[in-house]
């Protein structure tokens, strides 16, 4: 029944190693994010994905790669991982609407630690 | 651009206290507004939502007033919980913010039994 997940829930890695976070939506939606948020809760939208089609990408590094196989899911690798990575990843889902864009469903979260 | 400023926490409270949390915004046309809260541990959850001026949006307690004369959103309990404890961030999205929603910087809150 879950809307929007993700997988891992928590990922501890070493400097330099490469990750991946996967997300995965049942909402049938056509617009998917990547969001990061420090330790102070700021949250800073990364990517948007619509029905596979990047769409936004807010000065992001290119160490990170997002990857869209299907509009019900963007995966996010990250290269070469630094200790300023270290964040809580979220995914999350809308389906604009003709007035503007919908509320967005967000997944649980990612909580990466570079070591 | 569009913009969103909430007043900074963190904000404690005694239960049964009344909780406002100041919310502004700055956009272009006319934005749909919204209430996030985020649970200790969890992700973000749409906590109420208003599209058009004067709409009010409520739930499980919480109000606010879409107020296009201040441009104000401002969230509102009667009588908070120690379940409230969470972090509130407001949100806007509008045409100008290309399928984006652009969130406030958030606000703590914590109540005390």
């Known amino acids: 029944d879950t809307a929007v997940s993700q997988t891992p829930k928590y990922l501890v890695t070493q400097m330099g190693n490469d990750k991946s976070i996967k997300c995965e939506q049942n909402l049938g939606h056509d617009t998917m994010y990547w969001y990061k948020q420090d330790s102070k809760k700021f949250l800073k939208i990364m990517f948007s994905y619509n029905n596979k089609e990047l769409i936004i990408n807010e000065t992001v590094p290119n160490r990170f790669s997002p990857k869209s196989p299907d509009k019900a899911h963007l995966n996010l690798h990250i290269n070469s991982l630094e200790l300023g990575d270290s964040a809580v990843y979220f995914c999350?889902?809308?389906?604009?609407?003709?007035?503007?864009?919908?509320?967005?469903?967000f997944g649980p979260g990612t909580r990466l630690t570079v070591l | 651009g569009d913009s969103v400023t909430q007043m900074e926490g963190p904000v404690t409270l005694s239960e049964e206290a009344f909780l406002t949390i100041n919310c502004t915004y700055t956009?272009?046309?006319?934005?749909?507004l919204f209430w996030y809260v985020q649970y200790p541990g969890e992700g973000l959850q749409l906590l109420l939502k208003?599209?058009?001026?004067?709409d009010k949006g409520s739930n499980k307690g919480f109000e606010a007033t879409y107020r296009k004369e201040t441009t104000s959103f401002h969230l509102e309990k009667g009588s908070v919980q120690v379940s409230d404890s969470a972090v509130y961030f407001c949100a806007l999205s509008s045409y100008s913010s290309a399928s984006k929603i652009i969130f406030g910087s958030g606000t703590r809150l914590s109540i005390r039994p």
């Open positions: 956009a272009t046309g006319y934005p749909s």
């Open positions: 208003a599209t058009k001026a004067d």
């Open positions: 999350a889902s809308s389906q604009p609407g003709t007035s503007g864009t919908g509320e967005q469903f």
